[in-house]
């Protein structure tokens, strides 16, 4: 990398390098035995994060009481899909919940669809019990279940909390179109995934 490149050009250029093994991979079986692990599952695969920031993305376009309950909703629900994951109950087409999570989501924004809030969160709540499943089915025999568990929940809040600070860009001049715009990206990197989990 040519050392005049701005500092800021260069600090993505290196990130987007170091992420870019893991953008479609889930967590190795027995890799999942702490906090930090826990903390680092949902970052570990674009596909789950696409759909995470969605989350935040579409409740600051809905705005109150949206902002806050669908950032709520998803990490409790998805505790309790990881609870049927650890279990070995089976849900049958989870990379393709994953990815479909992120494609209804992102173009939910970028279409500004306002559902009733009730409609949301079942959308929401769906999704989560997806992602969930995932990270609970990748929790390896032995492993503190627990501290791993709260570590996914406090990184997906994060996720959700960063959707929410971008979702604020609506409050800039032309920001609702730009709000949109990120919803479309959301929506696109879904249909990505979606490809990858049907073919």
């Not at 998803?74 to 994953?98: K, N």
């Amino acid at each position: 990398m040519n050392p005049r490149t701005p500092i800021p050009r260069r600090t993505l250029g290196w990130l987007m390098l170091a992420w870019a093994p893991a953008c479609l991979a889930h967590a190795e079986h027995g890799a999942a035995t702490s906090f930090l692990a826990g903390m680092g599952h949902p970052v570990s695969g674009l596909d789950h994060v696409l759909a995470m920031v969605a989350v935040g993305l579409w409740g600051a376009q809905l705005g109150n009481p949206a902002l806050w309950v669908l950032p709520v909703v998803f990490p409790l629900i998805m505790a309790g899909g990881g609870l049927l994951g650890l279990l070995g109950m089976p849900l049958p087409g989870v990379e393709f919940g994953i990815a479909l999570s992120g494609v209804l989501l992102g173009f939910a924004v970028a279409a500004r669809q306002r559902p009733p809030l009730c409609l949301a969160v079942a959308l929401v709540a769906i999704f989560a019990v997806f992602h969930g499943h995932a990270h609970g089915t990748e929790l390896p025999e032995g492993a503190d279940g627990l501290r791993y568990s709260l570590g996914f929940v406090i990184a997906t809040g994060a996720l959700h909390a960063g959707g929410i600070a971008l979702g604020m860009v609506q409050k800039l001049p032309h920001g609702a179109a730009l709000l949109r715009g990120l919803g479309g990206i959301v929506g696109v990197g879904g249909l990505y995934f979606l490809v990858k989990a049907v073919a």
